[in-house]
């Protein structure tokens, strides 16, 4: 088995208490004007609480004095625009109230946007009281690491309920627009060369808003990667646990069968052609054989084969095996076809494993059609990667049965392993690529086998280069 330490993920978070979206009476941070929902958006599914409380602790201690530093040095926001907005303190205060007045204005004129507000007119007034907030301390500084903290706050709330990042830019702009507007209306000429001042401050307030939703994003990656790690380590270990449980079976049975085969088939030679009990024997022997075939398996699945690695014609690889299952039962009046690319689709591979994987895929399409359907081959090719589907018209699987079917062990037939398909996914990816199967039930069922055209990644340029077989 497998020895590991289980990652730190908790995935109870996605389960956890959702906060109140930004429409609820109960929501309490101030907004900025980017709270503007679009009349024609629906509201998502906030983001947990765990989560985003979580996030907001890491991005304000994150957001060091030298990051501040160097965004504040990137818009040109200095000394003298903290001065700036000082001056302009008196003359802004007192136009506040009708921007927000205006804002709110402009987001009521839409039926679908005055819907989201489920507190109604005092839901209203409490917001246009928090915006009027967030606005007046553009003006109050200091810009340090709790002014950065506020706005941080602000931009988790949006994280919070999902509020689309183009919002935040359309409200700043109404914000900087609005003020800019009544503040040269109020005072003149004269306060132009400060409002570029207000207006570098804006921006640093929206870049640290959005930084919000960069590290929102990178968290949910690495959620999901620890996620994605600990089912990669779960599926290992117990692959490896059925793996030494096939390689004792299979050690188990070999020897004994083995015996019993040898023995019947001397029993079998002494026997007349005319014995009645001549085809009893030749059953066992053929009942031998398919015991054989599953130790085969086992011991396959348990202990795979290195891959040896050389430039392959995958072409050429389908090919051999279209001639190979021409005379199996199994193809019996059933029409194989093949389309490929006029020149060589060259591959890095272990064209005796491929070979194997497209064989398996082509019986298991002639054991699910019958008589009269087709059975199609195709590759398609890009700059980076191959692809093989193999396609039947057969009997197609339930969506239960597809969820399964490249699960070791798990078969619908009435004889078989349940290996086939599992083997085939893991020589697939140890070659770097991916096994895909496609099907509907009643409508058939496409095999789809995606391989780097390089080899797999840690054994690109050690391969053997050959020329491919023809």
């Known amino acids: 088995m497998y020895q ?50 979580g996030s907001l602790r890491r991005y304000t201690q994150a ?22 907005l000082k001056r302009l303190a008196p003359l802004a205060t007192p136009l506040i109230p009708a921007v927000v007045q205006r804002f709110y204005d402009e987001l009521m004129r839409h039926d679908s946007a005055r819907a989201v507000f489920a507190g109604g007119l005092p839901q209203i007034e409490r917001l246009k009281v928090q915006l009027a907030g967030w606005m007046r301390e553009l003006f109050e500084g200091p810009y340090d690491l709790k002014y950065v903290e506020k706005r941080l706050q602000v931009g988790v709330t949006h994280v919070r309920v999902q509020l689309p990042q183009r919002y935040m830019f359309l409200g700043m702009e109404l914000i900087r627009h609005e003020l800019t507007t009544r503040l040269l209306a109020a005072s003149g000429a004269e306060v132009a060369p400060l409002l570029d001042s207000l207006t570098r401050l804006l921006m640093l307030d929206l870049a640290i808003m959005l930084e919000s939703y960069v590290r929102s994003h990178l968290d949910r990656v690495r959620q999901l990667e620890r996620a994605t790690m600990e089912d990669r380590l779960d599926r290992a270990e117990k692959l490896a646990e059925l793996g030494q449980l096939a390689a004792s079976l299979a050690h188990e049975i070999k020897n004994p069968l083995a ?19 001549r085809p009893i024997v030749v059953e066992i022997l053929r009942q031998i054989d398919r015991l054989d075939s599953t130790v085969k398996d086992l011991l396959q699945y348990a202990r795979p084969r290195p891959l040896h690695l050389r430039e392959v014609s995958l072409g050429a690889v389908v090919n051999r095996v279209m001639t190979l299952v021409r005379e199996e039962p199994a193809i019996s009046g059933r029409r194989l076809t093949f389309r490929a690319p006029d020149h060589d689709v060259n ?34 090719e890009d700059s980076e990667r191959v692809r093989l589907r193999v396609e039947d018209q057969g009997k197609g699987m339930t969506a239960d049965v597809l969820a399964r079917a490249l699960e070791p062990f798990f078969t619908t037939k009435a004889r078989g392993t349940g290996l086939g398909l599992s083997i085939c996914r893991r020589i697939v990816e140890e070659h770097g690529g991916e096994l895909r199967l496609h099907s509907e039930a009643g409508r058939g069922t496409t095999a789809v086998v995606e391989l780097p055209r390089r080899g797999p990644a840690g054994n690109r340029g050690q391969h053997e280069r050959s020329h491919p077989h023809h």
């Not at 009349?39 to 409380?53: G, I, K, Q, T, Y």
């Not at 957001?63 to 700036?84: C, H, T, V």
């Not at 064989?359 to 019958?370: E, W």
């Open 4 to 53: 590991r330490a289980k990652l730190n993920s908790k995935r109870a978070d996605t389960e956890a208490e959702h906060w109140p979206r930004a429409s609820e009476p109960e929501a309490s941070h101030a907004r900025s004007p980017s709270s503007c929902p679009n009349e024609n958006r629906p509201r998502p599914e906030p983001v947990p609480r765990s989560a985003v409380d």
């Open 259 to 277: 015996g019993i085969s040898g023995a019947i088939q001397v029993i079998g030679d002494h026997m007349p052609e005319n014995d009645p009990h």
């Open 63 to 84: 957001m060091d004095a030298a990051l501040l530093e160097e965004m504040k040095q990137y818009i040109g926001f200095g000394p003298s625009d903290e001065r700036n």
């Open 347 to 380: 591959i890095v591979a272990d064209d005796g494993q491929i070979e194997q994987v497209v064989l398996n895929l082509v019986l298991n399409a002639a054991h699910a059609s019958r008589n009269g359907q087709t059975i199609a081959l195709h590759i398609d």
